[in-house]
C-alpha cells in the first residue's frame, strides 16, 4: 500500500486531532468513548469531504480542467468543501443541489452550507428528488463542454476509488496515532452516505491488518444496499491500490436502524445527540450524518452492545454548518429571555 504515489493537493489540517470524551463517557456509563477530529480538517469549516477532495482535485488538475462539477442534497458538506477546494485552486465550481427534505425553510434553502457554496463562488441549481443525480450532473456537463469548458466531474459525496484513497490515507494516520499513544481500540463507528468514507477506512484497515472492527451507521439507504455499495466500492479502491481482494464482504458492516423518516430528516435521537456532544463537550454534530451516527451510537452504548471496559472511537465527519439550515429543529426557547420586550 503506497499512497504516495497517487496526486494529491494539499488541502486539510492533518493529522486530525484524537481526544478523549470523558464527561460524555461518564453521562452514558458505557465504555470509553473517544473522538478523531475530522470535522476539523479546516477547509471552509472542515469534514470528511476535504480528504477525499485532495486526490479528486489533483485529478482535476492532472486533467487540465478549469471547472469541476458535482452533486449533493441542498445542504451537502461535500459541495460546500468542493467550493472551497475549487477556488483555492482557482477552478470553477458548478453544483447541482437535489431537494432530498421538501423543506421550504429559508434557512435551509439558502444559509449554512447553500450560503457557503456561493461565498465560494459557485453556482448552483436545484433539482427535485428521486432522480439519478449522478446521470443529471454528467448531462449538465456535457452541456458545460459543449460550450468550451474544460469541466471535471465529482460523483455525490466524492465517492469513488479516487476520493476514497482519502479515507484509506485516514486509516493509515489514525493507526499511527494510536500506535504512539499506546491506545488500543476495540471499535471504529462513523457516519456512512455515499459509502466513500467507509469504503477508504475499510480497505486501509484490511490492508494493514489492524483487526479493529469498524461500524458505519447509515444516514440514507437500508442495510444490505449500503452494505454493498460500500463493499464494491471498497474492492475498486483496494484494486486501485494494487492490494486486490484485501476487504472481504464480512469487513463491510452497516446498522441503518437510525435514518428515521429519511435523509436529512432529524430523529429525536440525532437531535438528543446534539444537545450530548454540545453540552458535555463543545463539540458540534450536524443533524444529517454525525448526529444521526452518533444516535446509533449511543443507542448501542445503552442496549449493551457497547459496555464498560471497552474503548469506542467515533470519527466526527463534520457538517456542522448544516446546523444552521437547520435552526428550527431545535426548541431553544426555555434558553433565553427577552430583557428588551420585559423593559418596554
Ligand atoms: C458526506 C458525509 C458523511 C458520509 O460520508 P460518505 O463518504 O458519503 O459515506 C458523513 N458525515 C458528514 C458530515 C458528511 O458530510
Redesign the pocket.
Known sequence: MNLARFPRISLAHLPTPIEPLPRLSAALGGPEIWIKRD?CTGLSTG???TR?LEFLMAEAMAEGAEMVMTQGATQ???ARQTAAAAARLGMGCHILLEDRTGSDAHNYNHNGNVLLDHLHGATTEMYPSGGDMNAALEAAAATHRQSGAAVYTIPG???NPTGALG?VDAAMEMLVQLNETRLTIDHVV?????????AGLVTGLAAMNAGIPLL?IG?RAPQAKQEDNVFALATATADRLGCPGVVSRGDVVANCDYVGDGYGIPTPGCLEAISLFAECEGILL?P???AK?AAGLIDLIRGGHFTAGQRVMFIH???AAALFGYDSAFDITTKWTDKKTEAA
Open positions: 470535522d469534514g470528511n469531504k477525499k451537502s458538506n461535500h459525496g466524492g465517492s479515507y462513523h457516519a456512512t452516505g455515499s459509502a466513500g468514507t467507509q458505519g444516514v450536524d444529517v450524518y454525525s451516527a465527519t463534520g457538517g
